[in-house]
């Protein structure tokens, strides 16, 4: 059997589980998780590679209306993949009874592609399975795809179809990476994205998507089994530093130490990681910053 290969992204509106989904392909944290909306700031690779076959998922950020330049950039991380993979998986949330116009704007965006899609209706977990045929036909409407999918990536449940339907469009092609490799992020940016997630989670709603992490020191101390990390959480008023920090510093030593458990199980070693929170008033609107925080052009 000749071996196949390609490069495949995925799109969506933001918070429809494009990140759930690529962790559960790989069964590794690849991307970091969070309930709240745009999550994912990069195109994200994952890589699953078996006998005959090597798929390289891209996992890029919510299509959006940008209120910011950051939000310029996540919006043409998106969609600066789509003509230039094998495949698109464009998912969506079953528990929509409706096409939004969120969905529709990507559906314009794609439908006159010569690439392979893939609607993935994520979440069927929510729904009578009676709805999901209603929202099969309405999505069949609007666009002729080359698969519809219905999974629940929390559960696991489907996404073997996805592979499976993926291998019949890709093309013969090379191994681009090595089998045991499952992403091409460095370190450094999974451990700064890790901590990102834990501030989500733990702030709630107190602290907006207005902070970015930087790893700005990365050692492993010398003739011991640990890793030295430091990182700089930036956020843009006074006001979200103080809910950062905490009481007593409370708050930022609760990041600090359910961030360094997943980094530990990332590293399989032991960790001392040191925070610091900065503020830069208007960060996600200034390109050096921007470019500090790895938010640079993509190429694909």
């Known amino acids: 059997m000749k071996f196949k290969s390609g490069f495949v992204t995925i799109v969506g509106r933001p918070n429809v589980g494009k990140s759930t989904l690529l962790n559960r392909l790989t069964g590794e944290k690849i991307a970091i998780t969070s309930d709240k909306p745009q999550t994912t700031r990069n195109a994200i690779r994952a890589i699953i590679t078996d006998d005959n076959s090597q798929i390289i998922f891209i996992d890029t950020p919510g299509i959006h209306k940008p209120k910011n330049k950051l939000g310029e950039f996540m919006v043409n991380a998106a969609q600066g993949t789509f003509k230039s993979v094998e495949a698109i998986i464009f998912i969506v949330e079953a528990d929509n009874e409706n096409i939004g116009p969120g969905d529709m704007y990507i559906i314009e965006q794609i439908m006159d592609l010569q690439t392979p ?48 339907e993926l291998k019949k469009v890709l093309p013969e092609g090379p191994k681009y990476y090595p089998d045991d490799q499952i992403t091409d992020q460095p370190e450094k940016q999974i451990v700064a994205e890790m901590i990102r997630e834990k501030i989500l989670y733990l702030t709630s709603d ?12 990365f050692k492993e101390r010398t003739g011991r089994d640990i890793i030295d990390i430091q990182a700089n959480i930036y956020c843009e008023r006074d006001s979200h530093k103080g809910i950062l920090i905490g009481k007593e510093g409370k708050m930022l030593k609760k990041i600090g130490m359910t961030a360094r458990k997943d980094i530990e199980d990332l590293l399989g070693t032991k960790v001392f990681l040191e925070l610091w929170v900065k503020v830069k008033d208007d960060w996600r609107n200034n390109n050096n910053m921007l470019r500090t925080l790895g938010y640079n052009e993509l190429e694909f």
């Open 117 to 164: 899609v893939f609607l993935v209706i994520n979440k069927i977990d929510l729904i009578p399975k009676d709805k999901i045929l209603t929202l099969i036909a309405a999505y069949s409407e609007k666009m002729d795809f080359d698969a519809i999918i219905p999974i629940s990536a929390l559960n696991n449940e489907g996404t073997d179809l996805i592979v499976n």
């Open 206 to 217: 107190e602290v907006p998507h207005g902070t970015g992490v930087e790893v700005i020191s």
